[in-house]
DNA sequence: TCACTGTGCTACAATTAATGTAGCAACACG
DNA sequence: CGTGTTGCTACATTAATTGTAGCACAGTGA
């Protein structure tokens, strides 16, 4: 079953056959952990250790994979002493998240009644 | 490994042992098809299939996997003429990945540079 | 120099999740 | 009655994720 992704050299993104940009995002987003990891570097880079264990111990296998994924993606970079940071392009991403934790506070309170 | 999620019965959401809302939003959004699920209905209600269908044909099974869960999440709900549309709640978190769209075509400039 | 520590990263078997195909019961039409 | 569509499920195959262990490299201090 061959998939591409006209934008990406490897790891085709799921869903981008239509080459509607906002699906390959849509994708790229909806892989475990991902999400979370550009949560997870709003406020800083961190190692990728640190990321581990602020993922609730992801597996390195995952971990890795997708790191490599977001670099390819231009989302996140590896800044030698620092570990993995935002790049601005990711920044702009996770801005547009930034609303989420307010909702998530909302979403939570609807779900417990 | 027990998982537990105290805010929700079934279906541990990934992530929330921590207790903070926004790692429970973040895993269920982190599933695949979950995104593009909610991406999908942000015109309007859509029955299984046609849903199913604007989701590259995803297979019936998590379909209804991911449906169910996004039920049990509050965030969309089953009209019986219609399919499935959005809550109100599912309608403000949309309305968070709107300007997704827009970002994604810039994402897709970047990248194709 | 030599251990010691932390980094990014990988191997690999075991488990879990997703896919693809087929099909069901229920309901609405003709 | 047949025909079509709905929401939904079974099940075997395939792909993704996990958990554990460990590597090579770079720095740090003794």
């Known amino acids: 079953m061959p998939k591409q992704a006209p934008a ?21 987003l909806g892989r475990r952990w991902t ?10 880079p961190l190692t990728s250790r640190a990321l581990r264990t602020a993922c ?9 994979t997708r790191l ?22 990711g920044q702009e991403l996770n801005e547009t998240f930034l609303p989420l934790h307010r909702f998530a506070e909302r979403w939570s309170k609807h779900m417990t009644d």
Do not use: F, H, N
């Open 8 to 28: 990406m050299k490897k790891r085709a993104v799921r869903g981008s056959r239509t080459g509607r940009p906002v699906m390959a995002l849509l994708d790229l």
């Open 35 to 44: 999400l979370r990891i550009l949560w997870e570097l709003r406020e800083g």
């Open 56 to 64: 609730d111990e992801a597996s390195p296998t995952v971990m890795q």
């Open 68 to 89: 490599t994924e977001l670099r390819e993606a231009g989302l996140i970079e590896l800044l030698p002493g620092d570990g993995y940071g935002l790049t601005r392009l």
